[in-house]
């Protein structure tokens, strides 16, 4: 079992930047692999990266590729999303996930860490 406590968020102006934070604990984060997923209001939720088991491959969205940068550092059992040149449409709630196992990048995630609030305003 992981607990996952996401933190960073706020608001920021258009093309700014932002750093979540997602700590772990109950587990080894570096056994799983990770995700960031945000959900707008009306919208379905999405994910907006991946990082595979090893950390040796990623995955964005065409809609966040080039700006969003997840990570992880497993001896802080700490992951992280670097966002940057943020847009109006990445206003959001922004969730940080692991699982042990399964289908990658996409699949249903295990863990959740609380929903983390990202506004960017013009």
């Known amino acids: 079992q992981v607990q996952l406590v996401g933190s960073g968020g706020g608001l920021v102006q258009v093309g700014g930047s932002l750093r979540l934070t997602c700590t772990a604990s109950?587990?080894?984060?570096?056994?799983?692999?990770v995700a960031w997923f945000r959900q707008a209001p009306g919208k379905d939720r999405q994910i907006v990266a991946a990082?595979?088991?090893?950390?040796?491959?990623?995955y964005y969205p065409d809609s966040t590729k080039g700006r969003f940068t997840i990570s992880r550092v497993n001896a802080k059992n700490t992951m992280y999303l670097q966002m940057n040149d943020l847009k109006i449409e990445d206003t959001a709630v922004y969730y940080c996930s692991a699982k042990p196992g399964g289908d990658w990048p996409l699949g249903p995630y295990d863990y959740w860490g609380q929903g983390i609030q990202v506004t960017v305003s013009s």
């Open positions: 990082l595979n088991w090893s950390g040796g491959r990623t």
């Open positions: 109950g587990d080894q984060i570096g056994l799983h692999a």
